[in-house]
Each structure stands twice: as C-alpha cells, then as structure tokens.
C-alpha cells in the first residue's frame, strides 16, 4: 500500500486532498491532527473517507506541530480510536498509556529526525513489547551507512513493520518493505509538496519505480545518485524490465563508503548497479575493472558481481560514442563518419576520461581545452592528442566540441559568437537535460546532438549487461516514449 500524509489546517482542505489522494492512487491516508487551526471533526474525516485512514498527532520534537498539552493530545489520540478509525499512530513512550480497541489496529512508531540511534535494535525490541498491531519507525538516515541498522531490522521483522529513511539515502525503503511485505510506504501527493528532501511522489512511485509490480519474485538492480539522471535512467530500466516481462526492478541506492555500499548491495542481491559520476573514478575501489576492454578502461558506471567478486565496466563512454555516430552519420557519411575527424573537450574529469579513449579509436583527432597548462598537457599525455588553454578554443579548428559536466562545474562559458554551422555541438554539461550552449548553438542553426540519446543509450546497454541479451526495437521504442514522459 502507498501512504499518503495530509497535513492540511482546515478540514475543508484535509478533505480534498484526501480525494485527490485517493484519485492519484493512494491506498491509505494520514491525518495530522497537529497541524490543524481548529478542532478537528474526526467522525466528518471518517465518513468522507474513500480509503482507509490512519490519525496521528505528532509532537514537535517528532517533527510535528502540536502545541496544546499532552494530556489534551493523548485524549485526541483515544477519541480517535473510539470513532472508529482505522490506524492510530501512537509513539512508543506513551503506548502504555492508550489501551487496544477493537476495530482499530495500534501502530507503534518511534521518530528520529536528526540519526540513527546507536540502539536502534534495543528500540525495536522494546516497540514488539508493546501490542503493536504494526511497526512504524522513521529516522533520518544521510548516508548507507546509518541506513544499514534499519536494513537489517527489515529483513526478518516478526511484526508487521514500515521504515521510512529521511532523505535520499532512505529511498530505497518503500520499494525494499514492498518487496518483503511491508504493510505501506510512505509518498507525497506530488512535486513540490515533499514532507522532506528525497521522498518519492506518488506517480514515482508507481510509473518510474514499478511500486505495485514489486514483490517476493523481484530481483533488484541498484541506480545510484539523485539527480534527473539516475530517476530518468530507473524509468527507462524498468519500463524496459516490465516490457519482456522481466521479474528485475530498480532499487534507488546511495554510496558513502564503498564498503558498507558493498555490504547492502550483497544483503539485498543486487544483480548490478548503475553508478552517477561522484563514483566514476573510485569504482576501483570496489570492483575489478574490466579488463577484456579495449582500449583499457579508466573509469566505470556500471558494477556486478561476478564470481564472488565484482567488475565495473565503461557503459557511459560507449554510449556517447554511439550517440555522436548516429548524430552525424547522415551528415558526414555511414562508414567511418568520425575518422579525420577533430573533436574538442571542454572540462575534464570522468566523463572525458570514459569518452576520449573510444573517440581515438574511431579515428578522432583530440584536442583538451583546460584552464592551466598542466592539466591539459596531462590529457593529452593520456590520451596521445594535443591541449589548448580555454582562450585559445575561438582559433582552433575542430569538427565537434564536446561540453562535460565538469565545464558546468567550472562554471566556463563560450561566447555564442564562436559558433558555426560546420561544427556539431554536444553539450554533457547539465547531462542529461539541454545544457545552455546546447540551446544557443540551436538558436544559431548549428548542428547538436541531443543529451537525452545518451541517457536512452546508456540505459540499452546497462539492460544488455545485466539481461546479457539484445533488447528488441519494440520495447526501445516504449523506452522513446518513456523518455518523453518524463522530460
């Protein structure tokens, strides 16, 4: 089931959202009585109620808003079981003090809003003691790190228990307590209306994540990072997934230390993962790097395991390359249209070190356009080409210039001025939404190729990897129209 939090002050308003919470999907609902400017008419809320609804009065350091006394709100919580609620919500240090009633099933919930306590399981235990019906924690959890404890509480619970972690490090939680059996995970009713940083919304939840296909059969593959790339590439995995009919779905996931990110991934057996580019380069420190690639890979976004071991492969530069061929094959030819060609990178780091060597073999000319000597003359040592500074990009003579994200990071701009129709922009330096050079160079009529080719790409080869199988034209095309979805 998906949970929806209403924290509306007025019923009125408590009351729509309730319906558009049930037309969007929602299962079940919770009304913060907190929060509410006036008295809350609980037998009203019940009898227009289109789901099942679950009242819960949370105090401030809970991170709710009540303000009256805590006899005052105890005595809400008792009237609430009475009128026949469905769910109540009462915190583990006062459930002694609200008794069972029939009709009305009691969760127990402990809040953390700063951590993970040290004694979390001590705290889980305690919780079981007091006739819980269902299990309800939430803490804020940064990284995997202080996730760990709450995945290891959620792997054999004997109650019926919900973990939500505050923050993008716990949003593989509702997919992982669905798979398991969870009794509901908890999303907002859309953008922009998050009850904190990183929760999912409703539509995420069942049209990019899969929610309602996940169960005990799933096999999970994990998609690092928060940014539109990793959500974007989890809707094209799983749209894909679901097209052969594959019982695979995406399991968002964070890194910290690559060691406890190695730990949970083993816990929950992840087929593979999909790395962003804060972990490009260290993938190392993980993994075995491909050796059977050719040329020799320097850095990864793709990991798995493999024979009690993992190997990382470059799937990212491929897919730029494969990109730009498609991009200007009708314009420079079909054979070979890149070799003789030049191409100048703008900004270094991962993304040029996954797509240089794969240029060159093509037969690409490189040019490393960097902001101090050094570094350009060490890419160009790396990848046998030659290194301009930026100044000197307006008198060089290429064919196509290449934008990594690294450029957008050092926050360099070309003047527009520079542009011509015989060159082909691709700009990666917001990948993988149109850069500002993108939308300038196609202001001017100048050739572009499009970011969002790379993302559909990328997401091809990731599923060829772990299917280890080609994936059919029919179901690219449905991956076509997801993109377009989501954009």
């Known amino acids: 089931m998906i949970l929806v939090t209403i924290t509306q002050e007025s019923r009125r308003m408590a009351l729509a959202d309730m319906l558009n919470a049930y037309f969007l999907g929602a299962d079940l609902v919770e009304i913060r009585l907190d929060v509410f400017e006036k008295d809350a008419n609980l037998s009203e809320i019940i009898a227009a109620k289109k789901t099942p609804v679950m009242f819960s009065c949370k105090r401030p350091k809970d991170g709710g808003q009540w303000s009256g006394t805590e006899e005052e709100r105890l005595t809400l919580l008792r009237t609430a079981i009475i009128s026949k609620a469905d769910y109540v919500d009462i915190e583990l240090d006062v459930a002694d003090q609200i008794r069972p009633f029939p009709g009305c099933k009691r969760v127990i919930s402990y809040t953390n809003r700063s951590e993970v306590p040290s004694d979390i399981a001590e705290i889980y235990k305690e919780m079981l003691t007091k006739k819980p019906d269902i299990i309800r924690i939430t803490c804020r959890a940064s990284t995997p790190e202080e996730a760990w404890p709450l995945v290891q509480i959620l792997n054999k619970p004997t109650i019926p228990t919900v973990i939500t972690g505050l923050g993008y490090a716990g949003r593989f939680f509702p997919l992982l307590g669905q798979k398991i059996g969870a009794p509901w995970c908890e999303a907002c009713l859309e953008r922009g209306m998050e009850a904190y940083e990183g929760q999912a919304n409703i539509r995420q939840l069942t049209e990019g994540y899969l929610f309602r296909d996940i169960g005990k059969p799933t096999r999970f593959v994990g998609v690092t990072g928060t940014d539109d790339r990793s959500f974007l590439l989890s809707a094209l995995i799983n749209c894909a997934f679901s097209a052969l009919g594959k019982p695979h779905r995406v399991l968002p996931i964070q890194v910290g230390s690559l060691k406890t990110f190695r730990k949970i991934a083993d816990a929950v057996r992840l087929q593979g993962v999909s ?114 500074l930026r100044e000197a990009i307006y008198s060089t003579n290429h064919d196509v210039i290449l934008l990594t994200k690294d450029a957008q990071a050092e926050e360099f701009s070309i003047h527009p001025g520079y542009l011509k129709p015989t060159m082909v922009v691709f700009d990666l330096s917001q990948f993988p939404n149109v850069g500002a050079f993108h939308t300038e160079a196609e202001s001017r009529n100048v050739p572009t190729v499009d970011p969002l080719q790379v993302i559909l790409t990328t997401a091809r080869l990731h599923l060829e990897k772990i299917l280890g199988e080609p994936i059919p034209s029919e179901v690219q095309t449905k991956m076509n129209e997801t993109v377009q979805n989501w954009t």
């Open 275 to 388: 790395f962003d580019d804060s972990c490009w380069e260290r993938l190392h420190e993980l993994a075995i790097m491909d050796d059977s690639a050719k040329p020799p890979i320097a850095a990864a976004d793709y990991a798995a395991p493999t024979d009690g071991t993992w190997t990382a492969f470059n799937l990212f530069g491929p897919a730029v390359k494969q990109t730009l061929l498609n991009a200007v094959s009708e314009r420079w030819g079909t054979e070979e249209p890149l070799k003789g060609r030049t191409v100048l990178f703008v900004g270094g780091g991962a993304m040029t070190r996954m797509i240089a060597p794969l240029l060159k073999q093509e037969g690409m000319s490189l040019i490393f356009a960097e902001k101090t000597k050094e570094a350009g003359q060490k890419l160009a040592q790396t990848f046998t080409g030659r290194h301009v």
